[in-house]
């Protein structure tokens, strides 16, 4: 009965260390994720600046072609226009262009990482002996006279495990 307790303990043990690791690992994860967040909204910050500049340099181009518009064609007044335009975009879609390689960026980090954690967590197996595979042969092995320490090596499995498998068969 203690030795079953005691083999319970030790999977409840190793379980709440898996737990803690991963626990751990995702948030150590959020906050390298939170770190690129914020350098994304340091870019979106310089972009609306840089919006409120060119903005105000459309309103002073607007007023220069008030200025100037007795003395320009309607040609010339639409090409400028289309100059002003085009330099406020341009800035505007690189920023675009840079922020969604960033996001791109990240989702095949996250993508990445989730299918590491996932293997990792696919590897995890229980012994074989809790699931009463290898009973029939550590009892037959022993039956035999063969060492506990030989059985162990054989099966793959430790000595505590087989001298567990035989106490609660009664054999030993």
């Known amino acids: 009965m203690n030795l079953e307790q005691f083999s319970i303990e030790y999977v409840v043990v190793a379980m709440a260390g898996i737990i803690l690791?991963?626990?751990?690992?995702v948030f150590s994860k959020d906050a390298h994720y939170s770190k690129?967040?914020?350098?994304?909204?340091?870019?979106?910050?310089?972009?609306n600046r840089e919006l409120f500049y060119l903005k105000k340099k459309l309103s002073e181009t607007q007023q220069n072609i008030e200025d100037n518009s007795q003395r320009m064609t309607d040609e010339v007044i639409y090409q400028e226009i289309e100059?002003?335009?085009?330099d406020m975009v341009q800035p505007l879609s690189?920023?675009?262009?840079?922020?969604?390689?960033?996001?791109n960026a990240i989702e095949v980090e996250i993508d990445s990482r989730v299918s590491n954690l996932e293997s990792g967590v696919k590897q995890i197996s229980i012994p074989a002996s809790i699931h009463g595979n290898d009973d029939t042969k550590i009892i037959s092995l022993f039956k035999q006279g063969v060492s506990l320490d030989t059985i162990s090596k054989e099966l793959h499995i430790s000595k505590p495990e087989v001298e567990f498998v035989l106490k609660i068969n009664k054999i030993k």
């Open 94 to 103: 690189h920023g675009l262009k840079q922020l969604q390689q960033n996001i």
């Open 36 to 47: 690129n967040i914020r350098s994304v909204a340091t870019v979106v910050e310089e972009l």
């Open 21 to 25: 690791y991963l626990l751990y690992y």
């Open 83 to 86: 100059r002003s335009v085009y």
